[in-house]
Structure formats: C-alpha cells, structure tokens
C-alpha cells in the first residue's frame, strides 16, 4: 500500500488549503482513512479520520474550520482547510488503517507541510 499526498503550501492566516492523498495497492473495505499533522518537537497528532461509511471524526481544534472527505472510487481521502490560523502550522501526514488478514495494518505518506502567516 502507497498513499500520495498532494496540496499544503504557504497561506495567510485566514486563509483555505485542500490537501488529497491517494491511496494504491490492497485496499480492503474496512478502513479509516485520516490525516495526522506534526508541530515541531510535539507528538503526531490526529487532525481528522473518515470511515468507509463516511463517519468523520476532527480534533477539537480544527471543528467547524477544516471538513475531511473521501472518494472510494478512488481510494482518496481529502482535508479541506478554511478559516487557517498561524497555529495550523505544521507537517500533515496521510494515514490509512484498514483490516485485512485478521489484523489491523497501518499506513502513512509521506509529510506535506502547511505554512500558515500572521
């Protein structure tokens, strides 16, 4: 399994993002896909998952400003991100947790940075 991510840049505060990540390989039903972001020297923190069924879950942080959805055609889950504040800023990661072989197997892309101005 591979996921591709794409979007993040630089934007003023205020300002919207959209990041997308592709997932390739084995994808199986039963999955969460999601995505983490990374301030410098702090844990990797959950920003916001989406189930097969389209059950949304976001960091309290983020409610009411970013929206998170997915394509399962296309095994591709999307973070819109309105509304952005200086403390946004950070590396967001892709992640996807699916069920297969009577396990839970995770997996993450690479980082897309998001740089958000005062």
């Known amino acids: 399994v591979q996921l591709q991510a794409f979007g993040g840049g630089s934007v003023q505060a205020g300002g919207s993002l959209r990041l997308s990540c592709a997932a390739s390989g084995s994808i199986f039903s039963l999955n969460f896909m999601g995505w983490y972001r990374q301030l410098p020297g702090k844990q990797r923190e959950l920003v916001a998952s989406v189930t097969g069924t389209g059950s949304t879950n976001y960091a309290d942080s983020v409610k009411g400003r970013f929206t998170i959805s997915r394509d399962n055609a296309k095994n591709t889950v999307y973070l819109q991100m309105n509304s952005l504040k200086p403390e946004d800023t950070a590396v967001y990661h892709c992640?996807?947790?699916?069920?297969?072989?009577?396990?839970?197997?995770?997996?993450w892309g690479h980082g897309t940075l998001v740089t958000v101005s005062s």
């Open positions: 992640n996807l947790k699916q069920y297969s072989g009577a396990r839970w197997a995770e997996y």
